[in-house]
T-cell receptor
Framework: GAVVSQHPSRVICKSGTSVKIECRSL??????MFWYRQFPKQSLMLMAT?????????EQGVEKDKFLINHASLTLSTLTVTSAHPEDSSFYIC??????????FGPGTRLLVL | GQNIDQPTEMTATEGAIVQINCTYQ??????LFWYQQHAGEAPTFLSY????GLEEKGRFSSFLSRSKGYSYLLLKELQMKDSASYLC????????????FGQGTTLQVKP
């Protein structure tokens, strides 16, 4: 149980384009999902908290207009990186909150912006 | 404030026992999580301690002392595949459910 999928696993895009990443909880419902970014050899950096049916809560310093989050159902949250630039290249990981508040992570999406 | 400290790197020998410590200064959290993260992959859940004491799960055990703000992850009978980063995290926090992560301890298991 507690499986979270993420799609795509890898994406390469040109600078200025937008990229959508999907996060799905496959065998449980998640009212809350989280989006993280991780640079090489660094720890997870929380970007935003995604709550089903309401606006996402962004961490300080994260641009909400650049990183659009939609949590339209209890099993799906999406992160759209708008007008991506090379500095947005990173490993993006989502997690879904399960019982006792345990976060179960998706496999991550590696984004490379050329 | 919220602060979690772990050693950056550790090295151990295959078959041995290693203890990864985590100290924290956070408030309003329910418990302490441990996650394993292999290079290039997402973290996977290892354990969650709410009460003080030792929780054993196979080769991995986790300990929590709330009064001392201290936790450790104990790995027994080390295998090469245990080479990974180990993250401790305090939470979930209040209504947000957020976890506060340490910077992770990179464990290298040598033959």
């Amino acid at each position: 149980g507690a499986v979270v999928s993420q799609h795509p696993s890898r994406v390469i895009c040109k600078s200025g384009t937008s990229v959508k990443i999907e996060c799905r909880s496959l065998d449980f419902q998640a009212t809350t999902m989280f989006w993280y970014r991780q640079f090489p050899k660094q720890s997870l950096m929380l970007m935003a908290t995604s709550n089903e049916g309401s606006k996402a809560t962004y961490e300080q310093g994260v641009e909400k207009d650049k990183f659009l989050i939609n949590h339209a159902s209890l099993t799906l949250s999406t992160l759209t990186v708008t007008s991506a630039h090379p500095e947005d290249s990173s490993f993006y990981i989502c997690s879904a909150k399960g019982v006792q508040g345990t976060q179960y992570f998706g496999p991550g999406t590696r984004l490379l912006v050329l | 404030g919220q602060n979690i400290d772990q050693p950056t790197e550790m090295t151990a020998t295959e078959g041995a026992i290693v203890q990864i410590n985590c100290t924290y200064q956070t408030s309003g959290f329910n418990g302490l999580f441990w996650y394993q993260q292999h290079a290039g992959e997402a973290p996977t859940f290892l354990s969650y301690n709410v009460l003080d004491g030792l929780e054993e799960k196979g080769r991995f055990s986790s300990f929590l002392s709330r009064s001392k703000g201290y936790s450790y992850l104990l790995l027994k009978e080390l295998q090469m595949k245990d080479s990974a980063s180990y993250l401790c995290a305090a939470g979930p926090s209040g209504n947000t459910g957020k976890l506060i992560f340490g910077q992770g301890t990179t464990l290298q298991v040598k033959p």
